[in-house]
């Protein structure tokens, strides 16, 4: 398995062949968190920029970020049109990171 580390947070890094992209998944976590690029350096940048939103998504909110659980199996959240779903520690309330938005493609586009 392909590994990438960043702030504490460990992805699990796939090669889709489809789409012609690296793509990362914060592993560890109670929900998904997703990242993609094209190249190694752009897959870096992005694992990067979705820590840190998870991060500010969780101060935002006023609750501690998750931390990393090893081997354990994480549940899943993905929110209508498949973005992924970032929930903080005690957040009731999922906060849909759109990175299309943000003027990046989701890292699972329909």
Request: charged share 25%.
């Amino acid at each position: 398995m392909n590994t990438m580390n960043h702030g504490g947070y460990t992805a699990r890094i796939t090669f889709d062949e489809r789409d012609n992209l690296f793509v990362g998944r914060i592993l560890g976590l109670r929900r998904i968190i997703s990242f993609h690029g094209e190249t190694v350096e752009e897959l870096h940048q992005e694992f990067a920029a979705v820590v840190q939103d998870y991060l500010q998504d969780c101060k935002e909110l006023g609750v501690a970020p998750e931390e990393p659980a090893s081997g354990s199996s994480p549940s899943h959240g993905i929110a209508p049109g498949g973005a992924p779903v970032l929930l903080c520690q005690h957040d009731r309330r999922p906060k849909t990171v759109r990175r299309r938005e943000r003027g990046r493609r989701p890292a699972f586009a329909s």
